[in-house]
């Protein structure tokens, strides 16, 4: 289930020669490719279909410097790196001379994270640079929690995808802007609370009309099923209505939950973090198995809660 170390090698060796890799991490599946090569980078955002001011993330062992990658490591930085990485915890500084000006969608900042996951933190290791990661999807869809995932979205476009079995956070990390205020730009892998705990501070909130994050558009993260978001109590009464439609009709719901006959059940958890594991799996059964119209709640927005609901919010739009 998990990359071999030649297979490892063979990675860092074509990551050197520019090319690009589908490479596990904890939080999702993502499209690495040399940090501080032009060329190397805009490979990924020709095989992802992304636009070229939409930035990505630049993934670093732990431990490694952040400079020059960044220009000034802030105390608040310091501070959240020390308690949270390696982790789901993407922040944005000031950019520094290293990171390739493609990466960064040329804007003055970039954004970094150590990631938590053995197979990521082995070819970082080796690779002794910056690999430029956005999730393995292509734009505007699902982002992908396992190698089978990656491949089946990416087919030959990425030749080499190491497998780093399931993605345990199973949705992407938080990203917290450090530039000015702490601000949120985009919940994830760690709750907002923990930062905030850290800081010893709350974080502000990206501005509506924010558009500096792409994971901020109000339509990403969406099976080619619609999702439909009602009240927890209105979820089967829904899905039977659609199913007497005559649509195939899924619905997303906890373990307990009693579901018609002719309505496709998917399972989900209790437990926020459990949610999160499973979301983006879930969301990909519905289509594998036809599902026109897939019917949900929110979970209460605390905690891991608040990154599940803003990723059905924008499956939903
Ligand atoms: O968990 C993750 O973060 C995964 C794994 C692969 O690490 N990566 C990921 O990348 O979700 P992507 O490209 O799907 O999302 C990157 C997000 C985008 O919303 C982008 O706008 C934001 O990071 N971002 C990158 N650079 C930024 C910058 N300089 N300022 C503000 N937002 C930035
Ligand atoms: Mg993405």
Redesign the pocket.
């Known amino acids: 289930m998990s990359a071999t170390d030649h297979e490892i090698d063979e990675a860092v060796t074509a990551l050197r020669r520019g090319e690009v890799i589908g490479l596990p991490?904890e939080?999702?599946?993502?499209l690495a490719a040399d940090a501080s090569s032009d060329e190397a980078v805009g490979r990924i955002y020709r095989i992802k279909g992304r636009p070229a001011d939409?930035?990505?993330?630049v993934?670093l062992a732990q431990g490694a410097s952040l400079e020059p990658w960044v220009a000034e490591v802030p105390a608040t930085a310091a501070r959240l790196g020390a308690r949270l990485w390696p982790g789901?915890l993407?922040v944005?500084l000031r950019a520094g001379p290293h990171v390739s000006s493609v990466a960064?969608g040329r804007?003055p900042?970039?954004?970094v994270?150590v990631?938590d996951h053995p197979v990521a933190a082995a070819v970082l290791e080796r690779f002794q640079g910056g690999l430029a990661?956005?999730?393995a999807n292509r734009f505007g869809r699902v982002?992908p929690t396992t190698a089978a995932d990656v491949r089946s979205e990416l087919g030959d476009d990425v030749p080499i995808v190491l497998d780093g079995g399931p993605s345990d956070v199973g949705l992407?990390?938080t990203?917290v802007?450090l530039v000015a205020e702490p601000t949120l730009?985009?919940p994830?892998?760690v709750p907002a609370e923990v930062i905030e705990e850290v800081l010893g501070a709350p974080l502000a909130a990206a501005a509506p009309t924010d558009r500096?994050?792409?994971?901020?558009l109000p339509s990403h993260y969406s099976p080619s099923a619609d999702v439909v978001l009602v009240a927890p109590d209105q979820v089967v009464d829904r899905a039977r209505v659609e199913a007497q439609a005559g649509r195939r009709a899924a619905v997303l719901v906890g373990p307990d939950v009693r579901v018609p006959r002719g309505v496709l059940a998917l399972r989900t958890h209790d437990d926020p973090a459990d949610q999160a594991r499973v979301l983006y799996r879930r969301l990909r059964d519905a289509d594998d198995l036809g599902a026109e119209v897939l019917i949900t709640s929110l979970p209460e927005e605390v905690g891991l809660g608040r990154a599940v609901a803003d990723r059905l919010r924008r499956a939903a739009h």
């Open positions: 991490t939080t999702v599946y993502g939409h930035p990505l993330i993934h789901p993407t944005v960064t804007r900042t970039v954004a994270r990631p990661a956005p999730s982002s992407e990390s990203i802007s730009l985009r994830g892998g500096s994050a792409p994971g901020t």
